[in-house]
């Protein structure tokens, strides 16, 4: 295991995705994704919590679920994508907008630095931790800033992923679509959106997906309107401006969009679709299962009440901004 650090974490990742699997079989109407989330936050908080696990739980967490959406492409073709039509479009804008606008704003009325709270904009505006990841270096965030706003984010989101499937159910009924933009639009990282999306069913893990790749895609232009705004505070203050870096789009959109592409023009076999549909849910299951894992209750408590409020508010705007948008717009 010394030679190959990634087994433990990664093995711990399958076993409880595959037990989860296991019980969802006697638990249908919970479903595996569920369970496998809410096993590893069980398990990662009491029995798992060795420093060995990480480097494991972590690929799990974001390799195999990037894989997983690259898969996702396979089962998708442009004629899905257009059922979103120019309203999906303009509901991203506009939540994207809403969000960035809200958490810059509460954050400065709660005392938070400038650069923490474009971390915060970011983070809940585009997906969470790559895109903390990802604008922190383009505006000359410290890295405790960055891990601070990282742990807040992931907190905001996974209350949000056990939340807001059942509050889609309740407000949008059998509605596919005004679903689907409520967990897509809103939710932080693709983990989150899957895995909430997994509550409710597998057509709106593929729907809510395509809103979050749209966001996804806008990451570019939130890093160079953010470093922008970095840099013109620094011209008028005695703050260091932030290094310039560009920024390419995540390679697994450019991944989903590639296999999309196939799928719309090239006749596929059959067996294609059913193995990427098999193996992404696999892939699926499993990084769910290492979010829960690592998912660290006592970091959140650690934070103190000032960041609790800060998250409770700006996934209060996001909520509300996306069910007046969706009813307004009506997607």
């Known amino acids: ?52 696990l990480a480097v494991g739980t972590k690929f799990s967490e974001s390799r195999l679920l990037e894989y997983s959406v690259v898969l996702l492409g396979f ?14 479009i303009i509901y991203v804008v506009l939540m994207m907008s809403i969000t960035i606008t809200g958490a810059y704003l509460i954050g400065r009325k709660l005392g938070f630095g400038e650069k923490m709270r474009l971390l915060m904009a970011g983070g809940n505006a585009v997906c969470g931790s790559s895109a ?27 209350v949000m992923m056990l939340t807001l499937p059942f509050l889609g159910i309740a407000l949008f009924g059998d509605d596919l679509l005004s679903k689907s933009a409520l967990l897509g639009g809103t939710l932080q990282s693709v983990g989150q959106v899957v895995a909430g999306a997994s509550l409710i069913d597998a057509a709106t893990v593929q729907y809510a997906m395509l809103f979050k ?11 160079f309107v953010f470093e922008q705004k970095v840099k013109q505070t620094a011209a008028t203050s005695d703050l260091p401006a932030a290094k310039s870096r560009k920024l390419p789009v995540p390679w697994y959109v450019i991944g989903f969009l590639i296999a999309c592409i196939l799928n719309s023009f090239v006749p596929l076999p059959h067996i294609l679709d059913t193995a990427a549909h098999f193996i992404s849910t696999w892939f699926e ?21 000032r960041f609790l409020i800060y998250g409770v508010s700006v996934g209060a705007v996001q909520t509300v901004s996306a069910v007046i948008l969706i009813f307004l717009l009506r997607i």
């Open 132 to 158: 903390i990841g990802a604008i922190a270096p383009a505006i000359g965030a410290k890295d405790e800033e960055k891990g601070q706003i990282i742990t807040l984010v992931n907190l905001l989101g996974t």
């Open 285 to 305: 299951t499993t990084a769910l299962a290492a979010i829960g894992l690592r998912l660290d209750f006592k970091k959140f408590l650690k934070e103190g009440p």
């Open 75 to 88: 089962t998708v073709t442009f004629q899905t994508i257009s059922e979103i039509g120019l309203k999906g």
């Open 213 to 223: 790749i749209m966001r996804i895609m806008l990451l570019v232009v939130v890093v």
């Open 1 to 52: 295991m010394k030679n190959y650090p990634i087994l433990p974490g990664l093995l711990l990742s399958f076993a409880v995705a595959a037990v989860s699997k296991g019980l969802a079989i006697f638990f249908p109407e919970i479903g595996g994704a569920t369970i496998a989330i809410l096993l590893g936050i069980l398990l990662g908080n009491t029995f798992f919590r060795q420093s060995e």
